[in-house]
């Protein structure tokens, strides 16, 4: 089954010494909520495109968001599907010509993809109860 959330908050470390980041998904509508630590860079881009920045070039998210868009697919939703070995996995669920498509990828670019925008996010129950 799964579970809607959404992207709670972004944690940006960017001290000389120390470089981390991380995001918190919590349920929608519920109290359950836990992190995913990310690249910095990711970090940045998620931050990016929900504040609406643009950039004067197309970054690597804002790419995907184009070439989406240029082959009529719509980013259906995310979802986080697994967690193995501590590495959570996702995927983008893509609508074209009315059919799902699945694409694997990173959590934290998933995310990034469908930032600032009202692309659902879901983890799978079998995930939230390995991390709540």
Known sequence: MLVRMHLA???????????MSMIVLQEHNGQRAFPILIGIH??????????????????THDLIDRLL???????EQIVISELRDSTFFAKLVLRRDGR???????????IAVG???ETPIYVDDSVLKEVC
């Open 9 to 19: 908050r972004i944690v940006i470390v960017d001290a000389d010494e120390e470089k």
């Open 42 to 59: 990711e970090a940045y881009a998620i931050d990016r495109r929900i504040r609406g920045a643009s950039p004067p070039r197309p970054m």
């Open 115 to 117: 930032a600032g925008t």
């Open 100 to 110: 799902l498509i699945e694409i694997d990828a990173r959590p934290s670019d998933a």
């Open 69 to 75: 868009g240029e082959l009529d697919c719509e980013l």
